[in-house]
Each structure stands twice: as C-alpha cells, then as structure tokens.
C-alpha cells in the first residue's frame, strides 16, 4: 500500500519568501500524485496533479510541483509567498481499495503560516 | 451548480445515538466518497461509491453505512455514534476514480459525539 509523507506539519515564511513544502511517497512504481488545498473551514481543492508527461507541473495561484522519480518525491513550491496562501496543505497519491478502485492516500498535512 | 453540499454543517450528539450526514452534488459524478479530518492524520477514506447501487469500503468503514440509491446522493449512517467518531467529515465527488481524477470536496460536517 501506497504512503506518504509530508515533512513539517508546520510551516511558517514571510509575505515574498519562496514557499516550499516536502512530500515522499513509498512506492517505487510512479503514482499519480496531487496537492490538495484547503482554506480555513472549508473543503479541499486541487491545486494541481501530476498523471503522466512532464514532471514539472504548474497549478493554481503560481505554485508548481516537481515529481523526481529516483527520490520518491514531488515538493510543492511557490516562488513569492503571499498572505492569502496561508492554509493547510495536503499531498496524495493514487493506491488501489481492497476492492480493487483507484483511491487516494492524503498526507497528514502541511500547515502555511505566511507573516507580514 | 452548487458543486457538492453538505449538511449539517455541524452536529454534536450523545453517544450510542444515530444519525445521517447528507451530501448531495449536482455535477453528474459517478464517483463520491466519503473521508473523515483529524488533527495530525490527514483524510481517511470511509466508504465510496462507483455509481448508483453500488458501495464499498474504504481504510476505516466500521461504525459507517452508507447507500447511493440514485446518482446525485451519497448519505452516510452513523449507526450508534461513539467519541471516536469525533471528526471533520467531507463528501467529495469525481468523474471517475479519485486516484485518477480531481475530487471535489464539500464544504464538511463538524461532528462531536459527547
């Protein structure tokens, strides 16, 4: 089974800074791989995914992702923080229900605090 | 389209007391599901659904029922509510697997069991 892990469940830049968020997956068969958004008190967004193709992806509000196959990783990053990026932020990849469906494993979470 | 929503938005009950959560989406989704929010552990897959009729269990389905008699709800049965069932839960709905396909997420159910 498919895990992840997000390192930092908190995560604190200035207004301007680069945003960086850490994220490894377990297995060594590439998944599909996601960043989830979510503001305080409402549900989750996709913020963007990776399926196949080109390993740098772009998503919404300027942040992109990297997938690096021989670290396991896609990092979540941002080159100039701003206020209302402040959320918490989930990674989650593609594993497979006992029943044989596509599901998705969430990451426990990165929290964003962006200071003035 | 109102996307996916749920209510309540927040409940507390007694324990050993039962209840539904309602969730609802007007995007003609074949696939819904439902997680559960606590602090420190992310989302956990409750139960999902792959069409009308059809449901199964996810990482943490004990406690839970849930039915999907028609394509646009996907209600959720708390059977004899228990502390543990303290969460945040979220309905989400996509075109098709969610391991594949953007989920879209309700706005949640704040749930506490006393």
């Known amino acids: 089974a498919q895990s992840v892990t997000q390192l930092g469940s908190h995560v604190s830049v200035s207004e301007g800074a680069l945003v960086l968020l850490r994220c490894n997956y377990s297995s060594s068969v590439p998944p599909y791989l996601f960043w989830y958004v979510q503001y305080p008190n409402q549900g989750l967004q996709l913020l963007l995914k990776?399926?196949?193709?080109?390993?740098l992806v772009k998503g919404i509000n300027g942040f992109e992702a990297e997938f690096k196959k021989s670290e396991t990783s896609f990092h979540l990053t941002k080159p100039s923080a701003h206020m209302s990026d402040a959320a918490e932020y989930f990674c989650?990849?593609?594993?497979?229900?006992?029943?044989?469906?596509?599901?998705?494993?969430f990451g426990k979470g990165t929290k964003l605090t962006v200071n003035p | 389209n109102a996307g996916v929503t749920q209510t309540p938005k927040f409940q507390v009950l007694k324990t050993g007391q039962s209840m539904t959560l309602q969730c609802a989406q007007d995007m003609n989704h074949e696939y819904m599901s439902w997680y559960r929010q606590d602090p420190g552990m992310g989302l956990r897959l409750i139960h999902y659904?792959?069409?009308?009729?059809?449901?199964d269990q996810g990482e943490v389905p004990n406690g839970y029922n849930v039915s999907r008699s028609t394509t646009e709800d996907f209600p959720l049965r708390l059977l004899s509510a228990a502390p543990s069932q303290t969460s945040v839960y979220f309905c989400?709905?996509?075109?098709?697997?969610?391991?594949?396909?953007?989920?879209?997420f309700g706005p949640g159910t704040r749930l506490t069991v006393t």
């Open positions: 659904s792959v069409g009308a009729g059809i449901t």
């Open positions: 989650a990849v593609s594993d497979f229900t006992q029943g044989g469906s596509e599901k998705l494993v």
């Open positions: 990776y399926t196949t193709g080109a390993t």
């Open positions: 989400a709905s996509s075109y098709g697997p969610g391991g594949t396909y953007e989920q879209y």
